[in-house]
């Protein structure tokens, strides 16, 4: 395994952290409909296949996706395919709702899912441990915070913006490590 458990301590200093996380108000984050169209690749958090799929993602993020390289994450792939063994056969809703995640997930192009290394797991592990402590969440939160750590840490070390509409989870992980980058929108309400 190649993982630095001391260089991960010395960087991210997680008993040095102790002050509880407060989310930054909106004119202090980064937004998809404030950056230009076209740039560099990015990395999509679950949250916009959900917005897709459901019809509720605005035109800004719509038009963004189409132009943007866009990378996708084994974990976001992991949370999707939760679904299959999660939602009951035999509810009416449940076959149209997996065959459209399903749809979703085969038109991924196989060379832009990537899959976190050894040495993002550990970061990410330290990290979501952080965002559990500092961002005061109630128990049974810790699987989410570990995943929202690997999507991000798999973006800061890719280079690649995380494209979400998680504005409080997102924003507490860049105060925590602020050389990754997240570009955030809110979904359409019905």
Known sequence: MNFDLDA???????????????????????WVDAVPLAGGPVLLDTTVYIDVLQGRSPESLDAFVRVRTCNHSSVCLAELMHAFGRLKPDDPRTGMVLKAIGSTVRDIPTHRLVAPDATTWGEAG?????????????????????????IYMQ???????????????????????PNGHVLLYRRIEN
Request: net charge positive.
């Open 126 to 150: 330290i990290l979501g441990g952080l965002l559990f402590r500092l961002g005061c969440y109630a128990a049974g939160a810790e699987r989410k915070c570990l995943n929202d750590a690997l």
């Open 155 to 177: 973006g800061r070390r890719n280079g690649w913006p995380v494209v979400t509409r998680n504005i409080g989870d997102f924003d507490f992980l860049n105060q925590l490590v």
């Open 8 to 30: 991960t301590l010395r960087w991210l200093k997680p008993t040095r952290k102790t002050r509880p996380l407060r989310r930054r108000a909106d004119e202090k984050l980064d």
